[in-house]
T-cell receptor, first 114, second 115 residues
Framework: GDSVTQMEGPVTLSEEAFLTINCTYTATGYPSLFWYVQYPGEGLQLLLKATKADDKGSNKGFEATYRKETTSFHLEKGSVQVSDSAVYFCALRDRNQAGTALIFGKGTTLSVSS | EAGVVQSPRYKIIEKKQPVAFWCNPISGHNTLYWYRQNLGQGPELLIRYENEEAVDDSQLPKDRFSAERLKGVDSTLKIQPAELGDSAVYLC?????????????FGPGTRLTVL
């Protein structure tokens, strides 16, 4: 079945450092791809998404590009802040039918220090 | 617009006891999901509703788990009896129906601890 693999954490960075969190997927079709973020004590929030190959999702300085040839959707940010400390989840969803559930990776914990 | 509401936020029970979780989705969202998130893992689907119909319950352990969404709005997820391995965060999410790109909105979750 479809699955998502993301890099193990935790990732520890200093403020203003460059961030990359790797995510690869396995899917029978052409899914939509997502990054969700879970801040301490809060629920899951959609960070960004891409619905087709070569699309770039972006939000709050984060970016990810849908790469069909490498089945990847790596999350990047040029300069992280302490407030970016959270758990990040890569996810996919089948586009063949509306309403299908998300399939998540295991999550990567990011800790940013000042 | 109010978000997805879940209660309780935390629940601690002894094993073999029953427990129930409640979810109120965003108004107008006909699709409702229950996910379970084990410690250190991503959420996994338990059941999906379209209005009051359960359209995907293939991952729901039906020997001890049950769910209902009688009027197509609020939903309840029940475990009876609870086991130690059921300790997890139970997440409810909702979305509008009909478009593959409709966003899923998540509630804060119920953290269940089974002792």
């Amino acid at each position: 079945g479809d699955s998502v693999t993301q890099m193990e954490g935790p990732v520890t960075l200093s403020e203003e450092a460059f961030l990359t969190i790797n995510c690869t997927y396995t899917a029978t079709g052409y899914p939509s791809l997502f990054w969700y973020v879970q801040y301490p004590g809060e629920g899951l929030q959609l960070l960004l998404k891409a619905t087709k190959a070569d699309d770039k999702g972006s939000n709050k300085g984060f970016e990810a590009t849908y790469r069909k040839e490498t089945t990847s959707f790596h999350l990047e940010k040029g300069s992280v802040q302490v407030s970016d400390s959270a758990v990040y989840f890569c996810a996919l969803r089948d586009r063949n039918q509306a309403g299908t559930a998300l399939i998540f990776g295991k999550g990567t914990t990011l800790s940013v220090s000042s | 617009e109010a978000g997805v509401v879940q209660s309780p936020r935390y629940k601690i029970i002894e094993k073999k006891q029953p427990v129930a979780f409640w979810c109120n989705p965003i108004s107008g969202h006909n699709t409702l999901y229950w996910y379970r998130q084990n410690l250190g893992q991503g959420p996994e689907l338990l059941i999906r509703y379209e209005n009051e119909e359960a359209v995907d319950d293939s991952q729901l352990p039906k020997d001890r788990f049950s769910a209902e969404r009688l009027k197509g709005v609020d939903s309840t997820l029940k475990i009876q009896p609870a086991e130690l391995g059921d300790s997890a965060v139970y997440l409810c999410a909702s979305s509008r129906t009909g478009n593959v790109d409709n966003e899923q909105f998540f509630g804060p979750g119920t953290r269940l601890t089974v002792l």
